[in-house]
Nanobody, 122 residues
Framework: QVQLVESGGGLVQAGGSLRLSCAAS????????MGWFRQAPGKEREFVAA??????RSYYADSAKGRFTISRDKMMVYLQMSSLKPEDTGVYYC?????????????????WGQGTQVTVSS
């Protein structure tokens, strides 16, 4: 059974940095796409970043390009976030999918973590 556990969220001032971590377990083969989504209060969950398991391809939402970096090391997936803005505030979710494409949808991901809260103060 796939299990994804996020950590690393917290409160940070605008302009600061955070690194989110996702511990993955139960993955039985390597043909996966790992992604990060976020959900701000009162809004729908939105795509942030994704990468193929091999690292050969990565995808970013326009809002994340140039500021966020997704990476993987063994069974850990990371989202390095810098130059954070108040609009980056939300619950960040790690997800596992099978389809690699730009701007993926929630439906492309079948397993989700419980989320970690990121709050960026102005």
């Amino acid at each position: 059974q796939v299990q994804l556990v996020e950590s690393g969220g917290g409160l940070v001032q605008a302009g600061g940095s955070l690194r989110l971590s996702c511990a993955a377990s139960g993955l039985t083969f390597s043909n996966y796409v790992m992604g990060w989504f976020r959900q701000a209060p009162g809004k729908e969950r939105e795509f942030v970043a994704a990468m193929t398991w091999s690292g050969s391809r990565s995808y970013y939402a326009d809002s994340a390009k140039g500021r966020f970096t997704i990476s993987r090391d063994k069974m850990m997936v990371y989202l390095q976030m810098s130059s954070l803005k108040p609009e980056d505030t939300g619950v960040y979710y790690c997800a596992r999918g099978l389809v690699a494409r730009s701007n993926p949808l929630e439906q492309d991901f079948g397993s989700w973590g419980q989320g970690t809260q990121v709050t960026v103060s102005s």
